[in-house]
C-alpha cells in the first residue's frame, strides 16, 4: 500500500451518496430480475408470447442475438443485484479512505470505477453463464425455469460446491472478502486506474470466493427468486461473519448430503 494512504476511514461523512448510489443501482437490478420472472416479455421470431426469461430457452431460438443479448442483461442485472449488498462494506472502505486522499492533495481515486471494475469480474461471470446456459437450453438440459432436469447432474454440482467450500483457495478468497481494511492495506493504489485496477482485484477474490455458489442457481433455477434470493443472504452473512469457520464446514455438509441424497434418488 502507498505509505501515504490513509488507513482509517472514519470519520466519513460521504457515506450516504455512496449508499444511495449503490441502493439505487441494487434496487433496479432487483426490479428488473422481478419484471423478467413475471409476465410475458416481446420477443421475436417466434418467441413472442412465451413466459419470462424462458423465452430465451426455446430450442433453436435460443442462439437468437436478441434472446442472448437479454439473457445476458439478465445475468448481469443477477449477479449485481447478488453481488454488490455483500460489496458494499468494502466499497464504503474504499470511499472513505479515497475521500481522505483526495483531501491530502493525492492524485484522485473513484469509488465509481472501483466499484465498476469489481462488477466488470462479475460482468464476465455473467456473460460466461450466458453462454453455458443457452448451451444447456439449446442441448434440453433444462426445464423452463433453467434448472437441470438431470438429477445426477445436479447433485454432482452440489456436492463439487460443498466441496469447494472447503479449498484452501476458497477460504483464502474468503478471508480478503472478510476483511476490508486489510485488502486495501495490502492493495492500496492511487488515482483512477488504481481505484479500477483494485476493484477488479477485489471481484476477482469475490469471484473466486462465490462462483461455486454461483453455478448452484442452476440447480434451484435461475429464475427462482426465492432461490436467488437465499443464495444472496447466504452469501452475505458467509462474508460479514469473520473467522466463522463452522458457516463454511456446514455450508459444505448441507450440500454434499443434499447432492448425495439427489444422486440417490437418481439411480
Same mark, same amino acid.
Request: include cysteine; aromatic fraction near 8%; hydrophobic fraction near 55%.
Given at each position: 500500500?502507498?505509505?501515504?494512504?490513509?488507513?482509517?476511514? &472514519?470519520?466519513?461523512? +460521504?457515506?450516504?451518496?455512496?449508499? #444511495? %448510489?449503490?441502493? *439505487?443501482?441494487?434496487? /433496479?437490478?432487483? @426490479?428488473? $430480475?422481478?419484471?423478467?420472472?413475471?409476465?410475458?416479455?416481446?420477443?421475436?421470431?417466434?418467441? &413472442?408470447?412465451?413466459? +419470462?426469461?424462458?423465452?430465451?430457452? #426455446? %430450442?433453436?431460438? *435460443?442462439?437468437?442475438? /436478441?434472446?442472448? @443479448?437479454? $439473457?445476458?442483461?439478465?445475468?448481469?442485472?443477477?449477479?449485481?443485484?447478488?453481488?454488490?449488498?455483500?460489496?458494499?462494506?468494502?466499497?464504503?472502505l474504499y470511499a472513505a479512505i479515497a475521500r481522505q486522499a483526495r483531501a491530502r492533495g493525492e492524485h484522485a481515486a473513484s469509488t465509481a470505477l472501483f466499484a465498476l471494475g469489481y462488477l466488470a469480474v462479475w460482468t464476465g461471470f455473467a456473460l460466461v453463464a450466458t453462454f453455458g446456459q443457452t448451451t444447456l437450453s439449446h442441448t434440453a438440459q433444462l426445464d423452463p425455469r433453467a434448472t437441470l432436469i438431470s438429477r445426477i447432474a445436479a447433485g454432482a454440482l452440489l456436492i463439487a460446491a460443498g466441496l469447494y467450500q472447503l479449498t484452501p483457495w476458497k477460504q483464502t478468497c474468503?478471508?480478503?472478502?472478510?476483511?476490508?481494511?486489510?485488502?486495501?492495506?495490502?492493495?492500496?493504489?492511487?488515482?483512477?486506474?488504481?481505484?479500477?485496477?483494485?476493484?477488479?482485484?477485489?471481484?476477482?477474490?469475490?469471484?473466486?470466493?462465490?462462483?461455486?455458489?454461483?453455478?448452484?442457481?442452476?440447480?434451484?433455477?435461475?429464475?427462482n427468486l426465492w432461490w436467488i434470493v437465499g443464495l444472496t443472504v447466504f452469501v452475505m452473512v458467509e462474508k460479514s461473519l469473520p473467522g466463522s469457520v463452522w458457516i463454511e464446514r456446514a455450508s459444505a455438509a448441507v450440500l454434499i448430503g443434499w447432492g448425495v441424497l439427489t444422486l440417490a434418488r437418481a439411480i
Open positions: 500500500m502507498d505509505s501515504r494512504a490513509p488507513l482509517s476511514a &472514519a470519520p466519513f461523512d +460521504g457515506r450516504w451518496p455512496v449508499l #444511495a %448510489g449503490l441502493g *439505487a443501482v441494487i434496487l /433496479a437490478c432487483w @426490479a428488473y $430480475l422481478l419484471s423478467t420472472a413475471g409476465p410475458s416479455v416481446p420477443m421475436t421470431d417466434g418467441m &413472442a408470447g412465451m413466459p +419470462g426469461m424462458a423465452a430465451m430457452q #426455446a %430450442g433453436p431460438a *435460443a442462439w437468437h442475438p /436478441a434472446a442472448l @443479448a437479454a $439473457l445476458a442483461i439478465m445475468w448481469i442485472a443477477m449477479m449485481a443485484a447478488m453481488m454488490l449488498p455483500s460489496a458494499t462494506p468494502m466499497i464504503l474468503l478471508r480478503h472478502c472478510r476483511s476490508p481494511m486489510s485488502f486495501v492495506i495490502t492493495h492500496w493504489q492511487g488515482g483512477r486506474g488504481g481505484a479500477l485496477r483494485m476493484g477488479v482485484l477485489h471481484g476477482a477474490f469475490c469471484l473466486g470466493c462465490c462462483w461455486c455458489l454461483m453455478l448452484l442457481l442452476f440447480v434451484g433455477g435461475v429464475m
